[in-house]
C-alpha cells in the first residue's frame, strides 16, 4: 500500500507543480489518484469440544436457574431457596463441578450487558462460597444478551433472560 | 517576640512576586504598542455601527459587524490601518465617533448608513440556514468585497468557527445572496468608505 | 468475447444488491448537476449511479436529475452557466473515461462553480475493470471533498457482525461492507457469537471478541492475510477491544477479580497495565482521537454512565462526563474531540444522543426504540448504528446535517457496526 500511495503521492506532487507553473488565474484543485483496494482473508473460527458433562449432573441440575432484576445482580429470595437446594446437592457430591454461565436481556450494550451477566454469576459464586463449596468447584462465565432464552421483545421474555444457568 | 531577619526578608520577596504576577493579570503592565488590530487594514468607519445590528430574538440567525470595543478602549487612532480613502473624516478618532453618535443620533448620514446596513444583516439572515447539530457558542467572519452595483464580488473566510459546517453554511449564505439590489441608492461616498468591504460575523447565539 | 461477458454480468450482480434507502435529507444540501460520465455506457451508468448514491447519502447534496437539465455538456466549452443559474445550481460535474482495456481503467472527472463560471477541479482516478465501484466511491469523495472542504467517506469501509440461522444452529459472521452496504466479504465464520468488533487505526487489523472457545476472548486478525492470534492469553474472559490513536495500545475489560475492569496492553511488549480498580462495572472503553483519555461506562454512580479518565496523570480519578438520564454507555469521541456520541435510555427507549463538551444537555440524535451501537464516520460527519425493528436488527445511518438512510437488509440480522478510517 504504500509503494502504491507513494506513486499517487509522487503523481500529484507533479501534476500540483506542474499547475503552479502554469500559474492559473484561479486557484484550481488537480488530483490524480490510484485506487487501493485490499485483499481479504476468511477464517473460520476453530470448534472447541465441550467437554460433554457428566449425565448425572446434568439430571440433578436441570431446572437450576437464578432470575434477576433489570440491570441488577443481587440475589432475590426466590434465588435464593433455589441455591440453597444446590448448595445441598453439592454437598452431598463432593465431586460435583459447576459452570455458572450469566445472561441478560437484550437491552442496553451487548458489552454491559456481558459484564452484568458476569455480576451474575459472581453473585450466584459468592453465595455458593459463603456456604462452604470450595472455589475450585465453581467456574464462571458470561455470555451477555448473546444467548437468550426467550426471544420476545416484551418484558415476559426480557424477564426470562436474565438470568444464570448452573450446569 | 523576636522575628529573624531572614523570614522578614523571605516573606517580603514573597510578597512582591506575588504583587507583581497579581499587577501583571490586571493588565498593569500592559502597554498599547501591543495592540494589534482587531482586522486587518479594512478597519473602516462603518463598523462603528454595532449598536445598530440586530440581536437575534427567537430565530437562530442573527449577523451582527463585529464590534470595535476592544479598539475604543485604548484610544487608538488607527488612521494607518485604515485604506486609503478621499474623506477627511476619518482622522476623528473613534472615540469621537462614537461619542458624536451617542449624542446626535439623528444625524442624517449616520441615520442612513445604519438603516442599510440592516438591510444587508437583514439579507444574509434570511438566506442562512444554520446546520443542524451544530454545538452552541460558533461564530465565524466572513469578509465580502461588494462592487457599485450591489454584486458580492469575492467573500473570504476570515475566521473559521472550528467547524466546517458551520463555516460553509456563512459562505453558502452570501453565495445565495449574490447581490444587494438596494446598492444603487447608497450614495456616492457612503459607499466607498462604508459598504465597498463590509465584514459580516456570522454568530447565532 | 470475454470481456463483454464480463461487463454484462457484472451490473447484474451490482445492481441486484443496491438498494439503498435514502429516507430524508438535510435542509440545505449544495445542488449539484451530475452529468453522466463520457464513455463505455455501461461502466459510466454504473459509475454515475454510485456516485450520485454516495454523495445523496451525505446529505449534503441534492442531484439534479438529468431530464430536469437545460443541457447536457460534454466537455468545458459546452457550458452554458446561465442555463444551470436558472436552475440553482451550485457546481457542475462532467467526466469522462479515459482509457480502458484489461488491466486498467482511467476516469476523469472536472468541476465547476456555477457561481464563479470557473473550473474548480480536474481530477483522475486510475482503477482497474473489475473493482469499478472503489473507483467511483474515489469520484464520489473528490466532489464531497472539493465542495465542502471536508474528507469523505464514500471509499472507506463498515464492519459488522451477522447471526443466521444455518442447520437449525446460530451461525455468526463478521463481514466487511463498503460504506453503502455493498461488496461485503466474509472474515469470519463461527457458531459461537462474535461482538465488539473494532478496527485498528490504520484499518489494516481488526479486533473482536469471539466465544468459539466457550468463553469471551478478543482476537486480533489481519484484514488481507486472515492471520489472526489472542490479544492475550488468559483463563478468564476479555472483552471490549479498544485501539488507540497511534495503534500501540489495545484496551480490553478483563475478569479477573471477577469483576469488570478496564485494562490497557501494550501491544509491543505485551504489557499489561490496569486503569480502573472499583467494586462495579467498568467497560466499554474508548479512546480520545489525540490518545490522551480514555471514556468507559460505569455502574460506580448506580447505573451506567459515562466517564472520561486522562492517562497523562497517573491514578487520575475518573471524571463522571454523562447526568442525564440513567443508563449512558457505549460512547465514543467525534472526531475532533469536542464532543461525544453514545447509547442514552429515556423513557424505556434506547437512542443514539450526542453531547458537546462545552454544554451541559444531551441532544437526542435517533427516534427508535433499540438502537445501540453507534459508530462514528472518520470524517467524524455521520454515524451508523444497528436499530431493532419488528424483532429484526439491520444497521442504519444519520448524519450531523440531518439526513438519514438504511442500509440494504441483508440474510439474518446484522449488529454491532464499526467504521473504518479513511483508506484513500
Known amino acids: 500500500m504504500s509503494i502504491i500511495n507513494s506513486k499517487g503521492i509522487q503523481n500529484f506532487l507533479f501534476a500540483s507543480a506542474f499547475i503552479i507553473f502554469l500559474s492559473s488565474c484561479s486557484s484550481m484543485n488537480v488530483t490524480e489518484e490510484r485506487v487501493y483496494d485490499g485483499g481479504i482473508k476468511t477464517v473460520e473460527a476453530s470448534v472447541v469440544e465441550v467437554k460433554d458433562l457428566d449425565y448425572e449432573t446434568k439430571a440433578i441440575f436441570a431446572n437450576a436457574t437464578v432470575f434477576f432484576e433489570f440491570d441488577s445482580y443481587n440475589l432475590t429470595s426466590k434465588s435464593i431457596q433455589t441455591l440453597k437446594s444446590v448448595v445441598s446437592v453439592m454437598n452431598a457430591n463432593i465431586e460435583l463441578k459447576i459452570i455458572l454461565a450469566g445472561h441478560a436481556d437484550e437491552r442496553g450494550t451487548r458489552e454491559y450487558n456481558l459484564a452484568l451477566g458476569q455480576r451474575r454469576a459472581e453473585s450466584v459464586r459468592n453465595y455458593f462460597l459463603l456456604n462452604g463449596i470450595t472455589p475450585s468447584r465453581i467456574s464462571v462465565k458470561s455470555y451477555g444478551e448473546e444467548r437468550p432464552l426467550a426471544s420476545g421483545n416484551d418484558e415476559v421474555s426480557y424477564a426470562k433472560n436474565r438470568r444464570v444457568e448452573i450446569n | 517576640m523576636e522575628v529573624k531577619s531572614e523570614y522578614l526578608i523571605a516573606s517580603f520577596f514573597s510578597f512582591l512576586i506575588h504583587a507583581l504576577i497579581i499587577l501583571y493579570l490586571m493588565d498593569f503592565f500592559y502597554s498599547e504598542k501591543q495592540i494589534r488590530p482587531v482586522l486587518s487594514q479594512t478597519v473602516d468607519v462603518n463598523l462603528i455601527f454595532e449598536e445598530e445590528i440586530i440581536k437575534p430574538k427567537k430565530l437562530p440567525e442573527a449577523v451582527k459587524v463585529p464590534s470595535v470595543n476592544q479598539v475604543v478602549d485604548k484610544d487608538i487612532n488607527i488612521e494607518q490601518d485604515i485604506k486609503p480613502t478621499n474623506t477627511d473624516e476619518i482622522n476623528i478618532s473613534i472615540n469621537d465617533l462614537i461619542k458624536i453618535d451617542k449624542a ?90 462604508n459598504f465597498k468591504k463590509i465584514v459580516i460575523t456570522f454568530n447565532p447565539s | ?203 489494516k487489523e481488526i479486533a473482536y471478541v469471539s466465544f468459539e472457545t466457550g468463553i469471551a476472548r478478543v482476537y486480533i486478525q489481519n484484514i488481507s492475510s486472515g492471520k489472526r492470534r489472542v490479544a492475550i492469553q488468559n483463563t478468564k474472559q476479555i472483552s471490549s477491544p479498544a485501539w488507540s490513536p497511534n495503534g ?177
Request: with cysteine; net charge negative; glycine share 6%.
Open chain 3, 1 to 203: 468475447m470475454k470481456k463483454i461477458l464480463v461487463i454484462f454480468l457484472l451490473p447484474q450482480l451490482i445492481f441486484a444488491e443496491l438498494v439503498l434507502e435514502i429516507t430524508q435529507g438535510s435542509d440545505d444540501p449544495y445542488v449539484i448537476a451530475l452529468l453522466d460520465f463520457d464513455g463505455d455506457e455501461i461502466i459510466a451508468k454504473q459509475i454515475t449511479e454510485i456516485v450520485n448514491n454516495d454523495l445523496n447519502r451525505t446529505g449534503e447534496f441534492k442531484i439534479i436529475s438529468k431530464e430536469k437539465l437545460l443541457s447536457s455538456p460534454k466537455s468545458e466549452e459546452e457550458i452554458n452557466f446561465n442555463d444551470f443559474k436558472l436552475l440553482n445550481i451550485d457546481y457542475i460535474v462532467i467526466g469522462a473515461l479515459d482509457s480502458e482495456d484489461q488491466f486498467n481503467l482511467s476516469v476523469s472527472y472536472q468541476i465547476f462553480s456555477v457561481l464563479n463560471e470557473n473550473k474548480i477541479r480536474t481530477s483522475k482516478v486510475l482503477g482497474i475493470p473489475n473493482k469499478i465501484k472503489q473507483l467511483a466511491h474515489y469520484i464520489s469523495d473528490g466532489i464531497y471533498e472539493e465542495v465542502t472542504g471536508l474528507k469523505g467517506v464514500a471509499s472507506t469501509k463498515i464492519l459488522y457482525v451477522s447471526e443466521q440461522e444455518e442447520n437449525n444452529k446460530s451461525l455468526y459472521q463478521l463481514v466487511v461492507a463498503d460504506a453503502d452496504g455493498a461488496n461485503e466479504q466474509i472474515l469470519l465464520k463461527s457458531y459461537e457469537p462474535i461482538i465488539s468488533p473494532a478496527w485498528s487505526p490504520d484499518s
Open chain 3, 248 to 424: 500501540n495500545f489495545l484496551s480490553l475489560t478483563m475478569y479477573q477479580d471477577g469483576n469488570a475492569e478496564i485494562y490497557i496492553l501494550n501491544l509491543k511488549n505485551n504489557n499489561l497495565t490496569r486503569l480502573t480498580n472499583h467494586y462495579s462495572i467498568d467497560t466499554e472503553s474508548s479512546w480520545s482521537p489525540d490518545g490522551s483519555s480514555i471514556m468507559f461506562t460505569s455502574g460506580r454512580s448506580g447505573s451506567p454512565q459515562l466517564y472520561e479518565i486522562k492517562l497523562s496523570r497517573f491514578n487520575s480519578k475518573p471524571k463522571r462526563i454523562t447526568f442525564e438520564g440513567n443508563y449512558n454507555a457505549k460512547g465514543s469521541y467525534l472526531k475532533n474531540g469536542d464532543g461525544i456520541i453514545f447509547v442514552h435510555r429515556s423513557n424505556n427507549d434506547f437512542k443514539i444522543a450526542l453531547k458537546y463538551f462545552n454544554e451541559n444537555f444531551i441532544r437526542p440524535l435517533t427516534e427508535s426504540k433499540l438502537d445501540e451501537s453507534p459508530s462514528i464516520s472518520p470524517n467524524g460527519n455521520v454515524i451508523i448504528y444497528a436499530v431493532t425493528e419488528n424483532g429484526e436488527s439491520l444497521l442504519s445511518g444519520l448524519t450531523l446535517s440531518g439526513a438519514r438512510f438504511r442500509l440494504p437488509a441483508k440474510k439474518g440480522e446484522v449488529r454491532e457496526p464499526a467504521w473504518s478510517g479513511f483508506l484513500r
Open chain 2, 104 to 193: 446626535e443620533i439623528a444625524s442624517s448620514s449616520e441615520k442612513e448608513i445604519n438603516q442599510i446596513s440592516s438591510m444587508i444583516v437583514n439579507m444574509v439572515e434570511s438566506a442562512w440556514v444554520k446546520p443542524k447539530n451544530i454545538q452552541d457558542g460558533l461564530v465565524c467572519d466572513l469578509r465580502l468585497v461588494v462592487n457599485r452595483n450591489g454584486r458580492i464580488i469575492s467573500v473570504s473566510l476570515i475566521k473559521s468557527s472550528g467547524n466546517i459546517r458551520f463555516d460553509n453554511s456563512a459562505m453558502k449564505a452570501v453565495n445565495r445572496v449574490e447581490s444587494f439590489n438596494f446598492y444603487n441608492k447608497i450614495p456616492n461616498n457612503l459607499y466607498a468608505d
